[in-house]
C-alpha cells in the first residue's frame, strides 16, 4: 500500500473530506481502482436543459461511446448527445415529446421513459423494440393533461444489455413541470456511479458483482464528483433528485441543512414530510424543498444493507461508500434575503385507491435459483426470476383488462432486497411487510425487503398494450428478473 500523498489528497477532495473517510481501511480498499487524477468539489453544474415550447418537445438523442470529461478526467464512456448524463428534458403535462433516438453504439439499443405514464405500444414507451446500430427510431410520447408532476428519466432498456448501457452512462433526467410551488430555484441531480480501469475505460464487472448487482467506485452527481452548491441564506431551492445507479441504494441524508420531501417518483405527498432520511432504491427519485440556512450543509449517502447471496456464496456488499457517501455539498451564505420565500401552498390530494373494489389479486415473488442459473444461457450462476420463470419477451406473464383495479403482492423470500418496477402505471403502496401504509404512497419503483413483502394497488386505466415489470436492480433485469403484463 502506498502512502497517501498531498496532490493525492487534494485531489481526492481535501482534508475535510479524508477526515470522514480516513480511519480504517474503507479508504484505500475501496479506492483501490480510482483513478488518482479525479477531480471533486468543482462547481455543480447541470447539464444543457431542452423545454417544450406550445406543448411540443422534438429532441434528437445521439447514444454513442466517446471521450468525455468525467470527475475532471478524460475518460472513455457511453453518453447521450456527449454529455454525462444526457440533456434534461422539461415538458409539462398535455405535451408531445418526440425523441428521435439515433444509435452510434457499437450494439444495439433502445430508449425508455422511466415513470411516465404513456402508451407502451408502436413508437411510445415500446421496450420491445431494437435500434441496431446506425439505425435511429422516432419515438413519440403524448403527456395526458393530467399526467402527475414530478421528474423522471430515461435510460436504454434493451434486455441484456441494460446494465452495462446505463452503467456507461447512458441516462438522464425528465421534468414535468407544475407551477404550483414558488420557489427561488429548481435543480435536477442525477446520481449515477461508475468504475473506471487505470486507461479511463468503463470497468467491466466480475460475475460475482452481476449477481449482487454491480455497484461502481466513483459516486457522480450529474458527472461530477461531490460537487459544490452556492446559494444565499433564506432561499427555498427545490432539488430533484434521480437514483439512475445500476444497483446502489441511496439512503441519503442533508447535513446541516431541514430537507422536507415534497414527493417519492411521482407526486404529490400527502403532505410534505419533514424526513432527516430517505431512501432512494434504484430507480427512484426524490423531490426535496430546501429552505437555506447559512453555513454548509452536504447532502450525503450513508451505507444501506441490501442483503447478501446466503452462507453459500459468502457475505454481503461491501457497505463502504465512496468518497466518504458525500453526494454534493451546498455553501449557504450572503445577507438573509429581504424578500420572504413565498408560503408553500397548502398540499394538494393524493388520489387513494385503498377502499376501492379490486377487480383481482395476484402474487408476484422474485426468485433467485442456484439450479435455474446452471441452466442459464451463461451457464454460471444464480438464476435472477419471477416466479422461476425467466424473462420471455413472447410469453405473457399477467392478462389484466383495461381499467382493472388490481391488488398485487410482491414477494421476496430470497436473500437481498430487490426493487420492484412496474412499466406505465404507477402503483400505491398499501402495506410494507405485513404494515398497512397510513397515507396514501405512490411510487413506479418500491423496494421489497429481502424475506419480506409487499402489496400494492394499480389502477390499469388510459392505455392498452403489453409491457413489463421487473427488478430494478439492473444486473437482475438483464439475467431474468422481468415478467410481461398485457393490458387488453
Ligand atoms: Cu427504469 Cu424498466 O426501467
Ligand atoms: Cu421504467
Ligand atoms: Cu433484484
Known amino acids: 500500500m502506498e502512502p497517501i500523498?498531498?496532490?493525492?489528497?487534494?485531489?481526492?477532495?481535501g482534508a475535510g473530506?479524508?477526515?470522514?473517510?480516513?480511519?480504517?481501511?474503507?479508504?484505500?480498499r475501496t479506492y483501490n481502482s480510482l483513478p488518482l487524477d479525479v477531480v471533486s468539489h468543482q462547481a455543480f453544474r447541470e447539464p444543457e436543459q431542452l423545454r417544450s415550447r406550445d406543448?411540443?418537445?422534438?429532441?434528437?438523442?445521439?447514444?454513442?461511446?466517446?471521450?468525455h470529461v468525467v470527475?475532471?478526467?478524460?475518460?472513455?464512456?457511453?453518453?447521450?448527445?456527449?454529455?454525462?448524463?444526457?440533456?434534461?428534458?422539461?415538458?409539462?403535462?398535455g405535451d408531445t415529446v418526440r425523441i428521435l433516438l439515433v444509435n452510434n453504439l457499437d450494439q444495439p439499443t433502445n430508449l425508455h421513459v422511466h415513470g411516465l405514464h404513456v402508451s407502451p405500444e408502436g413508437n411510445g414507451d415500446n421496450v420491445f423494440l431494437r435500434v441496431d446500430p446506425g439505425q435511429s427510431f422516432a419515438y413519440e410520447h403524448i403527456l395526458r393533461d393530467d399526467h402527475p408532476p414530478g421528474v423522471y428519466w430515461?435510460?436504454?432498456?434493451?434486455?441484456?444489455?441494460?446494465?452495462?448501457?446505463?452503467?456507461?452512462?447512458?441516462?438522464?433526467a425528465i421534468v414535468v413541470e407544475d407551477d404550483v410551488i414558488p420557489e427561488a430555484r429548481?435543480?435536477?441531480?442525477?446520481?449515477?456511479?461508475?468504475?473506471?480501469?487505470?486507461?479511463?475505460?468503463?470497468?467491466?464487472?466480475?460475475?460475482?458483482q452481476m449477481m449482487m448487482g454491480r455497484e461502481g467506485d466513483i459516486l457522480l452527481v450529474n458527472g461530477q464528483v461531490a460537487p459544490v452548491l452556492q446559494a444565499t441564506t433564506g432561499e427555498r431551492e427545490r432539488w430533484r433528485v434521480v437514483n439512475a445507479c445500476t444497483s446502489r441504494y441511496l439512503s441519503l441524508i442533508l447535513e446541516n441543512q431541514q430537507p422536507e420531501l415534497l414527493g417519492l417518483d411521482l407526486g404529490p405527498l400527502a403532505s410534505p414530510a419533514s424526513e432527516g432520511r430517505f431512501l432512494l432504491a434504484p430507480g427512484n427519485r426524490a423531490e426535496v424543498i430546501v429552505t437555506l440556512q447559512e453555513g454548509r450543509g452536504v447532502l450525503r449517502a450513508e451505507p444501506f444493507d441490501r442483503g447478501g447471496m446466503g452462507n453459500m456464496m459468502g457475505g454481503g456488499l461491501n457497505t463502504s461508500i465512496p468518497q466518504g457517501g458525500e453526494v454534493a455539498s451546498i455553501e449557504v451564505s450572503g445577507p438573509a434575503q429581504n424578500r420572504p420565500a413565498a408560503d408553500m401552498p397548502p398540499p394538494l390530494e393524493p388520489r387513494d385507491l385503498r377502499g376501492l373494489p379490486v377487480a383481482g389479486t395476484r402474487t408476484l415473488s422474485f426468485e433467485?435459483?442456484?439450479?435455474?442459473?446452471?441452466?442459464?444461457?451463461?451457464?454460471?450462476?444464480?438464476?435472477?426470476?419471477?416466479?422461476?420463470?425467466?424473462?420471455?419477451?413472447?410469453?405473457?406473464?399477467?392478462?389484466?383488462?383495461?381499467?382493472?383495479?388490481?391488488?398485487?403482492?410482491?414477494?421476496?423470500?430470497?436473500t437481498l432486497?430487490?426493487?420492484?418496477?412496474?412499466?406505465?402505471?404507477?402503483?400505491?403502496?398499501?402495506?410494507?411487510?405485513?404494515?398497512?401504509?397510513?397515507?396514501?404512497?405512490?411510487?413506479?419503483v418500491v423496494n421489497v425487503p429481502a424475506r419480506s413483502e409487499v402489496t400494492v394497488r394499480i389502477a390499469f386505466e388510459d392505455f392498452a398494450g403489453t409491457t413489463v415489470y421487473h427488478c430494478h436492480i439492473l444486473d437482475h433485469e438483464d439475467r431474468g428478473m422481468m415478467g410481461t403484463v398485457r393490458v387488453t
Do not use: C
Not at 154 to 172: E, N, T
Open 5 to 13: 500523498d498531498r496532490r493525492t489528497a487534494l485531489m481526492l477532495g
Open 186 to 208: 429548481d435543480r435536477v441531480m442525477v446520481i449515477s456511479d461508475i468504475s473506471l480501469d487505470s486507461s479511463g475505460r468503463v470497468r467491466a464487472p466480475s460475475s460475482m
Open 154 to 172: 430515461y435510460h436504454p432498456h434493451l434486455h441484456g444489455s441494460v446494465a452495462d448501457q446505463v452503467f456507461g452512462g447512458l441516462y438522464g
Open 55 to 67: 406543448g411540443l418537445l422534438e429532441v434528437r438523442l445521439e447514444a454513442a461511446s466517446g471521450s
Open 17 to 28: 473530506l479524508l477526515s470522514t473517510t480516513v480511519g480504517g481501511v474503507g479508504l484505500w
Open 417 to 444: 432486497d430487490h426493487p420492484f418496477h412496474l412499466h406505465v402505471w404507477p402503483m400505491q403502496v398499501i402495506a410494507q411487510g405485513g404494515e398497512p401504509e397510513t397515507s396514501p404512497q405512490w411510487r413506479d
Open 71 to 93: 470527475a475532471g478526467r478524460k475518460v472513455t464512456t457511453l453518453a447521450y448527445n456527449g454529455g454525462l448524463p444526457g440533456p434534461t428534458l422539461r415538458v409539462k403535462p
Open 368 to 414: 433467485m435459483d442456484m439450479a435455474a442459473g446452471m441452466m442459464s444461457s451463461d451457464g454460471a450462476g444464480m438464476g435472477f426470476t419471477f416466479d422461476g420463470a425467466a424473462f420471455d419477451p413472447k410469453r405473457v406473464d399477467q392478462n389484466v383488462s383495461v381499467g382493472a383495479l388490481e391488488e398485487w403482492t410482491i414477494r421476496n423470500d430470497s
